[in-house]
């Protein structure tokens, strides 16, 4: 069974870059979808971005041209480059996997989520 770890979460200032991690175990996540959620205080939680087996990446509106979502090589870990960060982004985020090689929204396996908050 994979196991999600994510790391890398803390409070920033505004406008400041975050790099969060998403370590998998004991096997890698090359040959699955990977995808990244998040969860503000109050509110559902929400897609935020996915990755491919190929590479391919799409993010959800709010975080185009800001954030940037990929694997190492080895795929034991993904990331989530966080740019230009924003009050909006304070949120509980968290790491999925569908076990398949394809996205289709579905997810099999989560980790226990990294919390960032922005500070102004």
């Known amino acids: 069974q994979v196991k999600l770890v994510e790391s890398g979460g803390d409070s920033v200032q505004a406008r400041w870059s975050l790099l969060l991690s998403c370590s998998s175990s004991?096997?890698?996540?090359?040959?699955?979808?990977m995808a990244w959620f998040r969860q503000a205080p109050g509110k559902e939680r929400e897609w935020v971005a996915s990755i491919e087996t190929n590479g391919r990446a799409t993010y959800a509106d709010f975080v185009k041209g800001r954030f940037s979502v990929s694997r190492d090589n080895r795929g034991l870990t993904t990331y989530l480059q966080m740019g230009s960060l924003e009050p909006e982004d304070t949120a509980m985020y968290y790491c999925?996997?569908?076990?398949?090689?394809?996205?289709?929204?579905?997810?099999?396996?989560w980790g226990q989520g990294t919390q960032v908050t922005i500070i102004t």
């Open positions: 004991p096997v890698s996540v090359n040959n699955y979808c």
């Open positions: 999925a996997a569908r076990l398949r090689n394809w996205c289709d929204g579905r997810h099999d396996v």
